[in-house]
């Protein structure tokens, strides 16, 4: 067996600079931003000491239900903010996720993006793109490093028989 490299936690590969939204933002500048960081999401956050508390997550999809009630049926009367249509208490992972359950996550919630949260502080996003390209690389340096290599069995034989008759035991 090879000596296989651990397994990278998402503080090796997460984005750091993040744009974010702010709870008070109207609906319309929260689609403009989404549009302008050509991005299908953003963390929404309070500012505190410095840091970016994250209180939820709004996506293209949150701002499409509530552009089209608004729109089509003239709801809601009060103006709508990243506050009122966002999703609060997203899934959150924390830098030390290792990778291989951060697919599990992705995969389990069809997620997109998921953000890096410590103590409720904001540290980073990771994509299912970021995600995938960490999953090549790890695959690229341990499984092809293996000291023999692999080999792919000639399986016609076997499946040829399946099909043939004893007829001696008929």
Do not use: W
């Not at 600079?17 to 050509?38: A, G, Q, R, Y």
């Amino acid at each position: 067996m090879t000596d296989q490299k651990p397994s990278p936690v998402a503080s090796d590969f997460m984005t750091t600079h993040v744009e974010v939204v702010t709870p008070d933002m109207h609906m319309s500048d929260v689609i403009h931003f989404l549009l302008k960081h050509n991005v299908s999401n953003a963390p929404v956050v309070e500012h505190k000491d410095g840091k970016k508390i994250l209180i939820g997550f709004i996506s293209e999809h949150d701002c499409l239900c509530a552009l089209s009630d608004e729109v089509f049926f003239g709801f809601p009367s009060p103006p709508q903010t990243a506050r009122t249509i966002m999703t609060a208490h997203p899934i959150c992972i924390s830098p030390s996720t290792e990778l291989f359950s951060l697919v599990s996550v992705f995969n389990s919630h069809k997620l997109r993006h998921l953000p890096v949260v410590e103590n409720g502080h904001l540290l980073g996003i990771v994509s299912r793109h970021d995600i995938l390209k960490e999953m090549d690389e790890y695959y690229k340096q341990n499984l092809h490093k293996q000291n023999h290599d692999r080999m792919l069995r000639d399986t016609s034989q076997t499946l040829n028989l399946r099909f043939t008759i004893d007829r001696d035991h008929e």
